[in-house]
């Protein structure tokens, strides 16, 4: 992968930079066959987004059945300057897994930062929605970083280390980490946070079943495809040999666990072969492909206290359907 700056320079603003920690989102074969061969089956929700994966999310956020983006979207329009009076100006906001970036703007006119860094896996993300931001900011200064989120020894390279640090981490993606994983990311934050730094961090709270299961399985059918788009990824990118029409798309609410499901099942018995390795599937068996766990106000406060995090201000909708949590260092 080579930066778009090398590609263009003369193109982008003056105020972009593209930055690359390693392979990014480029599929890990390792790492795919290992979930395969497990029982249940898995492959991490991350390979989910290449370029194709990331355009169908987008139109996945459009639909009227997926309630999380214009919910969270309405508390920052409508909370964007109290959030900035919590936060404080001339930051360096640093956003994990910006997709369009579309959010971060909801907040820029009233947060003022100094900086934005925007952390995703997928590069084509980044090289779309960079230098846009970066052209109607002109004021800040857009750094692009491809890479999987999360603070890293890596991304501390292109930190700036004098100033306050803001993390904003929207669309509750914090969801798609199970709670263990999710108390590991926020302890990376407060490190990476300092003393002095805060988090924006956007959370699906719970709700009826209903409600849920019907975002994610909208009747427009963005949701299928992006699942199955996975395969079509995993034959492009690895030579594997899935066939779509042997696959079905399930989405459902775990009540016991809290947490809506996706997987890919199985129709049928088959055998894929990925390089070397012939992956046997028995008809209803599924490759789990993504877990998006809903949270209390209180149970993500105590997530958050675990990991030396504080809540300071708590915003939410008047359906009580998402929560946005202004956190600072204990």
């Known amino acids: 992968m080579r930066p778009s700056e090398e590609k263009h320079p003369e193109l982008l603003p003056d105020n972009f930079r593209l930055h690359s920690l390693g392979s990014g989102g480029d599929v890990d074969f390792g790492e795919v066959i290992e979930g395969l061969l497990q029982t249940p ?13 990331s355009e169908l999310f987008n139109a996945i956020c459009t639909t009227d ?6 919910t969270e979207c309405g508390i920052y329009r409508q909370q964007a300057q109290a959030i900035a009076a919590q936060v ?11 997709g369009d970036m579309s ?3 909801l907040l820029l ?23 846009p931001l970066a052209d109607d900011y002109p004021w800040l200064d857009v750094v692009a970083v491809c890479g999987d989120f999360g603070p890293s020894a ?6 700036p280390g004098d100033r306050k640090r803001v993390a904003f981490f929207p669309g509750s993606t914090i969801g798609n980490l199970d709670p263990a994983a999710a108390q590991q990311f926020l302890h990376g934050l407060r490190n990476m946070l300092g003393t002095t730094g805060g988090a924006i961090i956007g959370v699906d709270l719970r709700k009826p079943v209903a409600v849920l299961e019907k975002a994610y399985n909208d009747p427009e059918g963005f949701t299928r ?14 030579g594997a040999n899935f066939d779509e029409r042997r696959f079905r798309h399930k989405a459902f609410y775990n ?3 809290g947490r809506v499901e996706m997987h890919l099942v199985s129709v049928v018995q088959q055998s894929v072969r990925i390089g070397e390795h012939s992956i046997s599937f028995q008809p209803g068996e599924t490759i789990h492909t993504e877990s998006s766990w809903k949270y209390t106000r209180e149970g993500f406060t105590e997530l958050a206290g675990k990991a030396g995090l504080e809540v300071q201000r708590f915003f939410t909708d008047e359906n009580a359907w998402f929560g946005v949590f202004v956190l600072g260092v204990k």
């Open 41 to 53: 089956k898995s492959v991490s929700p991350k390979f989910l987004y290449d370029a194709r994966g």
């Open 65 to 70: 059945a997926y309630y999380p983006t214009r």
């Open 88 to 98: 404080g100006p001339d930051s360096v906001v640093v956003e994990f897994g910006p």
């Open 103 to 105: 959010k971060i703007r």
């Open 109 to 131: 006119d009233e947060l003022r930062p100094l900086a934005y860094v925007g952390v995703d896996v997928s590069v084509a993300q980044l090289e779309e929605a960079g230098p």
């Open 154 to 159: 890596l991304l501390e390279e292109h930190l």
């Open 225 to 238: 495809a992006f699942n199955l788009n996975l395969l079509t990824r995993l034959n492009r990118e690895l």
């Open 255 to 257: 009540e016991q666990l």
